[in-house]
């Protein structure tokens, strides 16, 4: 058996940090939404008598071995289903390191329930992949996506008018050295979250783009990203 998925990447087009769950993970106000930019999964089952997992990736940057999501994934999946099966898996990347994880974790998920017959449905499925990460089950939704008081995503079903320009810097700054630089010099709460929310809820996606936010730019000051923001403004975007 063989399948072949594409795991789409995800822009936060909303991101504030609210304060600390009982688990110890930051609480958000935060909204999502799926691009056309994306990795592609190709899943082999070699045979179905023991777990095992093998990675090969065009990125020598990414680890091939239980360090990788979708090893992770692969595990947390058999280990919720009850099966086990030796799996050859390759990564071909498009999707930047930074935050490109959730995505190829959240593609073997779909790809290795398409292979065994849908054994979980959609929401057992992302319940699986918020155990290997928080964003896994975004990327499993797709879509327009925002977060609501008790935690839970809601999809807005709304009119995806805008076109997002993305640009891959040279440098990075990993999710867990960002968090950590919040939780060094914490910010007050972004009152326009609501504002956002009724914008892309109540019209579309260019109703709420005035209130596009992310916190992690309030805290992590880069004379190279002012200076891409401020070139995409002079070129006609709306916010950056």
Known sequence: MKIKVRAYAKLNLFL???GRL??????????TQSVDIYDDITVSVMSTDSFDCRITCNNPDIPCDEKNIV???AKAFFDATGLAAEIAVDIEKHVPLMGGSSVDGAGMLVALN???GKKLDSEALCAVGDKIGADVPLCIKGGTLYSITSGDMIAA??????????IYPDFTLSTAEAYAKYDENPTEINPHYADFVSGIVCGSLSEGAGFISNVFTEIYHDS????????LL???AVIS
């Open 157 to 166: 079903e709304c009119d995806t008018n805008c076109v997002f320009v993305c």
């Open 114 to 116: 398409e292979l065994f």
């Open 224 to 231: 190279r990203i002012e200076e891409m923001k401020t070139d």
């Open 71 to 73: 090893w992770k994934a």
């Open 22 to 31: 009982p688990g110890g993970r930051h609480s958000l106000n935060i909204a």
């Open 16 to 18: 504030d940090i609210t």
């Open 234 to 236: 002079e070129s006609g």
